[in-house]
């Protein structure tokens, strides 16, 4: 899809897209939520398909927290639009993936954002392949990327286990307002651009 697109000049399309998706996320994400901090009783756990607990650092205590069969296919169904999402802009899983995890699974934040660190990783390698085919990939761009990322991933896993998860949303609500902002602004012009043509 993504090359049928750019090859027809309406790659606009998907920044306009893209960018509604984020200011969406920003909206469900922003929204306050608690989750269980005491040992879930067992008639509760049962209710549950998914449950997990990590000790947050920050707070110091042990966050229970279970995904229950209702919010799991709601997540699927978001996961599906992130992975279309992705490989068409070959960015976007992430924070459609937080979208997903956080807002539908009801994951707490730290979860959520570990999680879909390892999900982007199998979205771009699943694109990426399509694009290195296509040949949208410049490999010494990719390289020099490549050091970037590897600190910035090894500083923020650091830093995560010992941040609030207030901290970590204001951050998300950050990055993902930025995020919208450049793609609104790159449609726009590329709309402009190609009606002034």
């Known amino acids: 899809m993504a090359y ?9 399309i998907l920044y ?19 989750h269980v901090m005491t040992a879930l009783p067992i008639s509760v756990r049962d209710s549950y398909v998914i449950t997990g607990s990590y000790l947050d650092q920050a707070l110091k205590v042990y966050v229970n927290y279970g995904v229950r069969r209702d919010n799991l296919v709601r997540a699927r169904g978001i996961m599906l639009f992130g992975g279309l999402i992705s490989g068409l802009l070959g960015i ?5 993936n937080m979208l997903a995890l956080y807002w539908a699974a009801e ?4 979860v959520a954002s570990a999680t879909s660190n390892l999900i982007v990783g199998v979205t771009a390698a699943t694109s990426g392949t399509l694009y290195w085919f296509f040949g949208y ?9 490549v050091i970037g990322i590897v600190i910035g991933a090894n500083v923020s896993t650091r830093i995560l286990p010992r ?3 207030s901290t970590i949303k204001i951050l998300l609500l950050s990055i993902f307002s930025y995020l919208a902002y450049r793609m609104l602004l ?7 651009f190609s009606y002034c043509q």
């Open 137 to 145: 990939i410049q490999p010494f761009m990719a390289m020099a990327s």
């Open 16 to 34: 306009l897209i893209f960018s509604g998706v984020m200011y969406m996320a920003m909206a469900l994400v922003a929204k306050p939520r608690r």
């Open 4 to 12: 049928h697109i750019i090859s027809s000049g309406y790659n606009w």
């Open 92 to 96: 976007g899983g992430g924070p459609i």
């Open 163 to 165: 941040a609030r998860g």
């Open 107 to 110: 994951l707490p934040i730290k």
């Open 186 to 192: 790159s449609g726009l012009r590329r709309v402009v």
